[in-house]
């Protein structure tokens, strides 16, 4: 598997800039390499922005990280129990390496703000909403441990 982390990281904050979410920034940067198409990819991945349809809950970076081990290490029978624990161990370590960066999953606490749905109306885009958000970051950091996941998971 050929992976700049660099570039792939590049192109998720990026598509957040864009406007995208912070899942679909994450997921959208590496549906490629799993052949994922992009509609699609955008689709599935966008209730998952501002902590799970801005509920606050799991940063949504992490959650696009987590469908993209689902990729990775797929597990696809509900019977098939060591392809289950290959999987939930990917998602651990990058939980755990996002969580050693910023001490936390949760979108709320990221953003030091209460932890409790809100307005479902997305914030708008603009230089105010990216010099207060620190969301970039999150992104950038989330598109890089899922780089180095799928460059371990081929040695």
Request: with cysteine; hydrophobic share 40%; proline share 5%.
């Amino acid at each position: 598997m050929e992976i700049n982390i660099e570039e792939r990281k590049e192109k998720a904050v990026a598509l957040f800039k864009e406007g995208y979410n912070c899942s679909q920034s994450v997921f959208l940067a590496y549906a490629d390499v799993f052949s994922v198409d992009e509609e699609l990819a955008k689709k599935f991945s966008a209730p998952f922005g501002g902590g799970m349809g801005r509920l606050r809950e799991v940063c949504g970076a992490v959650s696009g990280m987590f469908m993209l081990m689902g990729f990775r290490y797929p597990h696809t029978n509900p019977n098939d129990k060591p392809s289950k624990t290959e999987t939930y161990k990917a998602v651990q370590r990058t939980a755990t390496a996002f969580k050693d960066k910023f001490g936390t999953l949760i979108c709320a606490d990221l953003l030091a703000i209460r932890r409790a749905p809100q307005d479902p109306t997305p914030s708008d885009r603009n230089a105010e909403y990216y010099a207060k958000r620190p969301c970039a970051r999150f992104v950038a950091e989330a598109a890089g441990i899922v780089g180095e996941e799928l460059l371990a998971g081929e040695k």
